[in-house]
């Protein structure tokens, strides 16, 4: 079968601290089959996610890994049975590419829930619950991408595509749960963490007419999130101020990605409230006190993504109301230097690679 050999940027072997490890390195895509697509990649977003995935943080990393699920591009080339997109197109892949296609979620537009054997194929790093094969994807820190019709999003005319891309992950993974939730006017929305998947929550939820309170650690991301549309800023340190905001939520999402107490958020929901999780993908830091949960018929709940139906949504609500991912352009050539920032909680609010410099490359 004919190959496509691809320039990208990946990781050999396990990276631990400090990366500046991520190197130049050259793969091969297969061709596009009947219902597929190939894509030239044009940008894609730095997600916290590659930097767990990249440093083997959950354990399932296969090597070499090279990340990337925040794609924009243009179709370059079209299998024979293709009918939903033409080239020239501009389009996106986030973070799924395959499924099963069967089960109830997959029928459902669900596909990020799929129940199949594998459960759904990651842009990158292969089948979500790995099965002994070593099957491993590429994903879009490279300079093409193959992609079955039925994963590929249609990117809004009226979004620039040189920030549309993180709304792939950040803005699908906090919109899903703002609309499973039912989000409405007038709902007190809490949002935890004002990173690139905070930032999406605060825009989302004022566009649908929530009033929403950052919860924060640090005074600097203040003005930003009222810029952004946030009604408060609340300091998860004033202890203070944080028992004045008990039984005020109707909907919590945490976006932190790291482990943390869990307890001070609950007490902060309404009777029937949900603290929704989309950041930690691990244990919380110390066992919840279950006590607070049950007093207010509280619930804890997790969110992932979202389907691709609900995905293409995301993206066209951005094109009506307006919305982009405050974004900072980088080449390929600073991605070590992106993530050591990322480690050291340094980005506003999301890097973009323009993977021309890629390209570039010798």
């Given at each position: 079968m004919e190959t496509i050999k691809t320039k990208a940027y990946g990781a050999k072997a396990t990276l631990i601290d400090r990366l500046s490890s991520l190197s130049r390195m050259d793969i091969e895509r297969k061709a596009p089959k009947a219902d597929e697509v190939l894509i030239d990649i044009l940008y894609c977003g730095v997600c916290h996610s590659d930097l767990h995935q990249v440093k083997n943080d959950w354990g399932n990393t296969i090597y070499p890994c090279v990340p990337g699920h925040e794609v924009v591009g243009r179709v370059v080339q079209v299998g024979s049975g293709v009918t939903k997109f033409s080239v020239g197109d501009i389009v996106g892949v986030g973070c799924i590419v395959d499924s099963c296609g069967k089960c109830r979620s997959?029928?459902?537009?669900?596909?990020?829930?799929?129940?199949?054997?594998?459960?759904?194929?990651?842009?990158?790093?292969?089948?979500?619950?790995?099965?002994?094969?070593?099957?491993?994807?590429?994903?879009g820190y490279s300079t093409t991408l193959v992609v079955k019709e039925s994963f590929v999003l249609r990117i809004p005319d009226k979004l620039d595509i040189k920030a549309a891309a993180p709304i792939l992950c950040a803005g699908i993974t906090t919109y899903s749960p703002l609309r499973h939730w039912n989000t409405k006017p007038g709902d007190k929305v809490g949002v935890v963490g004002m990173g690139g998947l905070g930032h999406m929550a605060v825009k989302l939820a004022k566009a649908m007419g929530a009033q929403i309170s950052v919860i924060t650690h640090t005074e600097d991301k203040r003005a930003a999130a009222e810029a952004m549309g946030a009604h408060e800023v609340i300091l998860s340190t004033d202890k203070e101020t944080m028992k004045a905001h008990e039984l005020t939520f109707n909907l919590i999402l945490s976006t932190i990605p790291d482990p943390y107490n869990i307890n001070p958020y609950v007490k902060m929901l309404k009777r029937d409230g949900a603290l929704v999780v989309v950041?930690?993908?691990?244990?919380?830091k110390g066992p919840t006190n279950n006590m607070e949960v049950a007093l207010h018929r509280r619930s804890i709940a997790g969110s992932v993504i979202g389907g691709i139906r609900e995905t293409q949504e995301v993206l066209d609500f951005c094109a009506e109301h307006s919305i982009l991912p405050d974004v900072e352009l980088i080449p390929i050539q600073d991605i070590n230097k992106a993530f050591d920032r990322m480690l050291d909680n340094d980005v506003r609010f999301r890097y973009v690679?323009?993977?021309?410099?890629?390209?570039?490359e010798e």
């Open positions: 997959c029928v459902e537009g669900e596909e990020q829930y799929c129940e199949g054997p594998v459960s759904w194929t990651a842009t990158y790093n292969g089948y979500i619950k790995p099965n002994g094969t070593g099957y491993n994807t590429f994903g950041g930690v993908l691990g244990p919380f690679i323009d993977m021309q410099s890629l390209k570039d």
